[in-house]
């Protein structure tokens, strides 16, 4: 009996030992295949889905590429849009966002799936979004005030200083030359060039225009022999500097003339020290502060034209393409767009970071170039 419940005793803990080694190995082993099974499920949600749900898009930007009437949206950006969800087979509703940097925040908090508009893709805002290909090149251009020239300021050119310098050294010169003849006359030949002061030097000073002039009205004429020398001075000076003063004069009325009807805006190196408007949030802001201007920040393009026509902004850098549709729009206001452009920019519609839709966009996007579609919806809005 003593043996019998010895080696009954021996086996109950050899039975405890393989129980208390075997339970954590089975739970160990299922423990995996559970997680793997939710990780699983948790994969699912987060690669499909974009691809399954009614995508959340946000709609920021200006005529022509975003246009709103009531709740209808079109323009550029929804018409390629469009297109390109019809190839690719997603549903959206479409979310009106205030401006570019709301809706970007709204990527970046996981509120939208995508932004479509006319939307820069630039180095700061890819390290927080990505981009889809562009599906258009725009230039950026300055709005500018067009104002007319007022009275004075089309005979301001007849009093600059080139002109009056010029006009005040002929003065100047008769002045001396009429002193220097009605000295040398007065005493002699009296009856041209009286012994009073003023009415000598005046007959003198006529003396000289009239020579200098070549008119020759023979009215007078010196008879000294001083009087004969300081003319043939005169002559001989007259032959050398009249061209040399006419042509200066000329060119002074000339240059301020051109100047009067040139621009002052004719490259963007010129944007410097001006007041020059932006809106909050788009590249004008960079390509302001790039060029030195002082910048007037604005919410919306609106502002902006008030600020020209207040005469409280010097231009306004907006992208080329809405500056020329609004204008088309617009075609009563007093506003002009600048010759050049500050800068070329590609456009294209935003995602968070690491998105499943990109590759799927562009492709619907690539086959819409090959398509000419893309083309067809530009010259549409823009022509």
């Avoid at 709204?106 to 805002?125: F, M, Y």
């Avoid at 617009?330 to 935003?350: D, H, I, M, Q, T």
């Amino acid at each position: 009996m003593f043996a019998s419940k010895k080696i009954s005793d021996k086996i109950s803990g050899i039975l405890l030992t393989l129980t208390a080694v075997a339970f954590p190995v089975v739970f160990f082993l299922s423990a995996p295949a559970s997680a793997q099974s939710s990780n699983s499920q948790n994969s699912d949600r987060t690669s499909l889905p974009e691809t399954q749900k009614k995508l959340r898009v946000g709609v920021t930007g200006a005529a022509p590429f975003v246009t709103q009437n009531g709740s209808q949206f079109q323009g550029i950006s929804l018409d390629i849009w469009r297109e390109v969800t019809k190839s690719a087979e997603l549903d959206y509703e479409l979310i009106p966002q205030p401006n570019v940097p709301a809706s970007l925040d709204g990527l970046l908090k996981g509120n939208l799936d995508v932004v479509i508009g006319p939307l820069s893709i630039t180095a700061e805002r890819r390290q927080k979004v990505q981009f889809t290909q562009p599906f258009f090149i725009a230039e950026i251009g300055v709005l500018l005030p067009g104002k007319r020239p007022s009275l004075w300021s089309r005979f301001q050119p007849f009093f600059g200083t080139a002109a009056l310098s010029s006009i005040g050294f002929l003065c100047f010169s008769l002045f001396v030359v009429g002193n220097l003849i009605w000295l040398a006359e007065r005493r002699h030949n009296s009856e041209q060039f009286p012994k009073t002061y003023l009415s000598g030097v005046g007959n003198g000073m006529w003396f000289a225009l009239v020579t200098l002039t070549t008119v020759g009205y023979g009215d007078r004429a010196p008879t000294t022999k001083a009087g004969r020398f300081i003319t043939g001075v005169w002559m001989i000076v007259t032959l050398i500097t009249v061209s040399s003063l006419t042509a200066g004069l000329a060119s002074a009325f000339t240059l301020s003339l051109s100047n009067l009807s040139s621009e002052r805006f004719q490259n963007p190196e010129d944007l410097r020290g001006a007041r020059i408007a932006v809106i909050s949030g788009t590249t004008g802001v960079q390509w302001g502060k790039y060029y030195r201007a002082r910048l007037i920040e604005i919410e919306n393009l609106e502002q902006a034209i008030d600020l020209l026509q207040e005469g409280q902004a010097d231009g306004f850098i907006f992208d080329r393409p809405a500056l020329e549709y609004y204008l088309k729009q617009s075609p009563k206001l007093n506003l002009r767009l600048a010759e050049f452009y500050v800068a070329r920019e590609n456009y294209g519609f935003a995602l968070p970071l690491r998105s499943p839709l990109v590759q799927k966009l562009d492709v619907a996007l690539l086959k819409l170039y090959q398509q000419e579609t893309i083309q067809k919806i530009e010259n549409k809005w823009i022509d």
